[in-house]
Nanobody, 124 residues
C-alpha cells in the first residue's frame, strides 16, 4: 500500500517562506514521478510543480515559477516544495502526488497516488 504523508503547512504572512515535505512509503520512490498540486474549496485541483526520477527535470506552473522550488531526496523517500515570497493567492490545500512512469504531467488524472493534503494560509 502506497502512502504519501505531507507536512509543513501553516499560517504565514505575505512575503514569508514555507517548506512542505512529503514522505512516501510502499513503493520504489526512485521510480516515481512526483508532483505537488493545490486546491481551493469548490475549485479544481491545480498543478504546482513536478520532478522526474533523478531530479534532472522539473516543471512549474507559471503562477509559482521563480518563487517555488521542488526537490527530492531518493535516499529519504522525500519530495519537498520550498515556497518563497508567498502571496495571499497561494492560500490552498497542498497535495503531494506520485505517478508510476517516467514523464511529468500537469493533469491530476495522470497521478496514481495522493497524500491527504496540508493547508497553507498566507495572510496579507
Amino acid at each position: 500500500q502506497v502512502q504519501l504523508v505531507e507536512s509543513g503547512g501553516g499560517l504565514v504572512q505575505a512575503g514569508d517562506s514555507l517548506r512542505l515535505s512529503c514522505v512516501v512509503s510502499g513503493r520504489t520512490f526512485s521510480r516515481l514521478v512526483m508532483g505537488w498540486f493545490r486546491q481551493a474549496p469548490g475549485k479544481e485541483r491545480e498543478f504546482v510543480a513536478g520532478i522526474s526520477w533523478s531530479s534532472s527535470t522539473t516543471y512549474y506552473a507559471d503562477s509559482v515559477k521563480g518563487r517555488f522550488i521542488i526537490s527530492r531526496d531518493n535516499a529519504k523517500n522525500t519530495v519537498s516544495l520550498q515556497m518563497n515570497s508567498l502571496k495571499p493567492e497561494d492560500t490552498f490545500v497542498y497535495y503531494c502526488a506520485a505517478r508510476d512512469g517516467s514523464r511529468i504531467y500537469s493533469k491530476r488524472t495522470e497521478y496514481d497516488y495522493w497524500g491527504q493534503g496540508t493547508q497553507v494560509t498566507v495572510s496579507s
